[in-house]
């Protein structure tokens, strides 16, 4: 039926609705903004985990300010703290002389006599810290001089073999030496030892709690 | 072009689209009789007419009266009455509206012309004319307020491109534009488009020449409404005279004073009422009344339509006859 006295206005509105080529554009339409669809849903979680970004930022940066200012008041400790951490070096370069004498007079076997023990620092390398500058050793020097009698035997070589064992990976024996005399015979015995070694071969036993201090 | 393109991106009916409407333009049609004081509705799906409704003007979002007059408040229920309907017959929910309007005698006009009585080459210029100047093509044209108007060939078809010879009688109709543009503003918020808007008179008159015997006889018809009678002679077919009267009997008295006139031989009398009255008893004896007796055989079938309760009962009053027509052309 043809539209008898329907406005012109109205007729051009319903042409949207029945010209094929109106229907057409708006499929396209529907269609370019459904593939839009997974933009949006993108965009929006972007835009929500921006914002608990920018939620969580703003809470770290007021901990962090409170975390600043309890620093403030712990500044001095701090420091001396560093100050311990800055004689590192040092305290890691040293040879526990009590055990190592401990050590000696367990291995010393009962015909041996001794009559020197020196133990002596080497290779000493300059460490700067805060304090100045300090000479570390790296190398300890372990020297054992005495007598046995002429039919001990290898006694002093037991005890040098006894010693090394005990002492830190990398120790070795410099030297052994032997003076024949009736009715003894005089010995010596060199060896050198890292300073950055651990000595539980010693005796020495780890502090395992701070409260123990 | 891109003003064709914003003005399409801000009017394009989305929830006509979404709903159906980006696959499909096979909608239902929704026949609406407006009568002065009443609202009738046919319900018609792909198959023709499926419901019936006989008393929407009750409704709180029922489509102006032929008086001009909204029932009540438009639109304050939740749903639209057009939505209400096709959801109480299953149909889909984009519908377009026909109107069938009874209008009352100053808002509405008939006439038999020829293009070359009205000095007019085409179709298209009688009803620019019409439009800009009706005093120009009618002579004495009283109304001030501006009609609406359509023009249809001699038969009376309501489909077809009219484009008569210049002296081919051609049958003139219009009704006020007021009354036009509220029945489009009501369609509006309902999300429906509009078939056509038809004086209730011409409607009749397009239906008896398709289903009375007008080819084989001149035929005089009468067509009884609430506002007054209007009659019209067929010349084999031919629609040659047309004219408004106050009542049945003014308009077959008209029409016999006429016939000579006309040239008709041995015409057959026809009465279409919108109501049964009394006015029966003072026409013709030959005359064939047009109601719910004898419109099964002339409409070849009986209307069996569902009312608002569900049920299907038989609607053969003439104007269920002329909706459920009218559905189909």
């Given at each position: 039926m043809k539209p008898h006295l329907v406005s012109k206005e109205v007729l051009a509105r319903q042409l949207y609705r029945y010209?094929?080529?109106?229907?057409?554009?708006?499929?396209?339409?529907?269609?370019?903004?459904?593939?839009?669809?997974?933009?949006?849903?993108?965009?929006?979680?972007?835009?929500?985990?921006?914002?608990?970004?920018?939620?969580?930022?703003?809470?770290?940066?007021?901990?962090?300010?409170?975390?600043?200012?309890?620093?403030?008041?712990?500044?001095?400790?701090?420091?001396?703290?560093?100050?311990?951490?800055?004689?590192?070096?040092?305290?890691?370069?040293?040879?526990?002389?009590?055990?190592?004498?401990?050590?000696?007079?367990?291995?010393?076997?009962?015909?041996?006599?001794?009559?020197?023990?020196?133990?002596?620092?080497?290779e000493f390398q300059p460490v700067q810290i805060e304090t100045g500058l300090f000479q570390v050793p790296h190398q300890i020097s372990i020297v054992i001089a005495g007598q046995e009698t002429a039919?001990?035997?290898?006694?002093?070589?037991?005890?040098?073999?006894?010693?090394?064992?005990?002492?830190?990976?990398?120790?070795?024996?410099?030297?052994?030496?032997?003076?024949?005399?009736?009715?003894?015979?005089?010995?010596?015995?060199?060896?050198?030892?890292?300073?950055?070694?651990?000595?539980?071969?010693?005796g020495v036993t780890k502090i395992l709690t701070q409260n123990s201090l | 072009m891109l003003d064709d393109i914003s003005t399409f991106l801000r009017e394009m009916p989305v929830k006509y689209y979404l709903a159906g409407g980006l696959w499909s333009t096979t909608e239902p049609t929704l026949a609406f009789f407006i009568g002065q004081e009443k609202i009738e509705a046919l319900v018609a799906g792909s198959r023709g007419g499926v419901g019936y409704e006989s008393s929407l003007e009750k409704d709180n979002d029922a489509?102006?009266?032929?008086?001009?007059?909204?029932?009540?408040?438009?639109?304050?229920?939740?749903?639209?009455?057009?939505?209400?309907?096709?959801?109480?017959?299953?149909?889909?929910?984009?519908?377009?509206?026909?109107?069938?309007?009874?209008?009352?005698?100053?808002?509405?006009?008939?006439?038999?012309?020829?293009?070359?009585?009205?000095?007019q080459r085409s179709v298209a210029s009688a009803l620019e004319e019409m439009h800009e100047n009706p005093q120009q093509i009618f002579g004495s044209w009283p109304e001030q307020t501006p009609f609406r108007w359509a023009i249809l060939n001699r038969e009376i078809g309501l489909g077809r491109d009219t484009s008569p010879r210049i002296d081919e009688p051609i049958l003139i109709f219009g009704i006020a534009d007021e009354l036009c543009a509220s029945f489009e503003s009501w369609a509006?918020?309902?999300?429906?488009?509009?078939?056509?808007?038809?004086?209730?008179?011409?409607?009749?008159?397009?239906?008896?020449?398709?289903?009375?015997?007008?080819?084989?006889?001149?035929?005089?018809?009468?067509?009884?409404?609430?506002?007054?009678?209007?009659?019209?002679?067929?010349?084999?077919?031919?629609?040659?005279?047309?004219?408004?009267?106050?009542?049945?009997?003014?308009?077959?008295?008209?029409?016999?004073?006429?016939?000579?006139?006309?040239?008709?031989?041995?015409?057959?009398?026809?009465?279409?009422?919108?109501?049964?009255?009394?006015?029966?008893?003072?026409?013709?004896?030959?005359?064939?009344i047009i109601d719910e007796e004898n419109i099964q055989g002339i409409s070849g079938e009986s209307l069996a339509l569902q009312e608002g309760h569900g049920k299907k009962i038989k609607h053969d009053r003439p104007i269920a006859h002329l909706l459920n027509w009218l559905v189909k052309q």
């Open positions: 010209s094929p080529a109106y229907r057409l554009a708006a499929f396209l339409l529907f269609g370019f903004l459904f593939l839009q669809v997974p933009a949006v849903v993108w965009l929006i979680y972007e835009r929500q985990a921006d914002q608990d970004r920018r939620t969580r930022a703003g809470q770290l940066a007021t901990e962090a300010a409170r975390i600043a200012s309890d620093r403030k008041a712990l500044a001095d400790t701090e420091k001396k703290l560093k100050r311990i951490q800055g004689l590192a070096p040092v305290l890691r370069a040293r040879l526990p002389i009590s055990a190592v004498l401990g050590k000696i007079e367990q291995l010393a076997p009962r015909d041996l006599a001794l009559s020197q023990i020196v133990i002596d620092a080497g039919q001990g035997g290898d006694a002093y070589k037991h005890l040098a073999g006894k010693l090394l064992e005990s002492l830190p990976p990398g120790s070795k024996i410099a030297d052994t030496s032997l003076a024949e005399g009736q009715p003894f015979k005089t010995f010596r015995l060199a060896l050198n030892a890292p300073t950055d070694g651990n000595y539980f071969g010693l | 489509p102006p009266l032929a008086s001009g007059q909204s029932s009540f408040a438009n639109g304050t229920g939740s749903r639209t009455l057009s939505r209400k309907l096709t959801s109480r017959y299953r149909l889909r929910r984009n519908v377009k509206h026909l109107f069938v309007v009874d209008a009352d005698k100053k808002d509405r006009f008939f006439g038999v012309n020829t293009l070359e009585r009205l000095r509006g918020t309902q999300g429906a488009s509009i078939t056509a808007i038809l004086p209730l008179s011409i409607a009749v008159l397009a239906w008896c020449n398709a289903n009375l015997a007008t080819k084989d006889r001149d035929s005089l018809v009468v067509v009884a409404t609430g506002q007054g009678a209007v009659s019209a002679a067929f010349k084999r077919r031919s629609l040659i005279y047309i004219s408004q009267e106050e009542s049945v009997a003014d308009a077959f008295s008209a029409l016999e004073r006429e016939v000579d006139a006309l040239e008709l031989e041995w015409p057959a009398r026809y009465l279409w009422t919108l109501n049964n009255t009394e006015e029966r008893r003072t026409i013709p004896e030959e005359l064939v």
